[in-house]
């Protein structure tokens, strides 16, 4: 096992995480088919997660923070979004 730096698994996690939130938040733009809003996700999206795999190919033990830190990412960026409530039925739902 190789050694891991700490400092380099921080920033693997923490970048993992933003990436997962950026990413919902680009889902939700294009959902709403905001253009301008979805490319800019878009873009950040992919410059935080160039910052992780960069980090990681060197060791494989960091992909374990990488892991850590999609999960957190998804998990907070959902558990504090505040979606606008919309008329209709929710989205799947059979027609009435």
């Known amino acids: 096992m190789t050694a891991v730096d700490p400092l380099t698994a921080a920033g693997v996690l923490v970048a993992t995480a933003a990436t997962d939130a950026v ?3 680009f889902t939700g733009a294009v959902v709403n088919r905001r253009r301008l809003s979805a ?16 980090s990681y190919t060197e060791n494989w033990v960091y992909v ?31 027609p009435e």
Do not use: C
């Open 64 to 94: 374990v923070f990488a892991g850590a830190g999609s999960w957190i990412g998804a998990f907070v960026s959902l558990t504090f979004q505040h979606r606008k409530p919309r008329g209709g039925s929710p989205l799947g739902a059979p």
């Open 39 to 54: 490319a800019n996700w878009s873009a950040l999206w992919y410059l935080l997660s160039s910052y992780a795999v960069i």
């Open 23 to 25: 990413y919902v938040m």
